[in-house]
């Protein structure tokens, strides 16, 4: 039985909200351009001294990329239509076999399964790992 893209985010989401899965990202490149960038203001308009102040940039980019921990569920339904693919073909390959009707049912079948709920949260965490260099936590 076939299950369209934002259905399987939705099951997905589902899983990772019972989970309590959240997901940091760090934005280091953001972080850096900032530090970078403020540097090189402050030397240009304060010669020497402008280059300490810009260290103070140096402090927010290193604030930009500490580790900022969001719901999986949320990150899950901001993602390009690409990586939800990605994602969607990954999640698939575990519920393919499964005997169901339509989504419904497999999400009830899903919900009170700990092991196809285990598989399919570690599918998540494996994707965000690889994909988006996250790091991820469990609340449960």
């Known amino acids: 039985m076939p299950i369209h893209v934002d259905q399987m985010m939705q099951l997905l989401c589902r899983v990772s909200r019972e989970k309590g899965m959240t997901a940091a990202v760090k934005h280091s490149g953001q972080g850096a351009l900032l530090a970078g960038a403020t540097a090189f203001v402050g030397g240009l308009v304060g010669g020497p001294p402008g280059i300490a102040v810009g260290a103070l940039g140096g402090l927010l980019g290193a604030w930009m ?4 921990f969001k719901p999986v569920s949320q990150i899950i339904m901001e993602l390009p239509p690409a990586e939800k ?30 092991d196809l709920k ?9 994707f965000f790992i690889r994909e988006l260099s996250a790091q991820i936590k469990y609340g449960e």
């Open 118 to 126: 285990f598989l399919l949260a570690k599918t998540v965490e494996r």
């Open 65 to 68: 990329t500490s580790e900022q």
């Open 85 to 114: 693919q990605k994602l969607y073909k990954e999640a698939f390959a575990i519920v393919k076999n499964l005997d169901w009707i339509d989504v419904l049912e497999l999400t009830l079948f899903v919900m009170q399964n700990a």
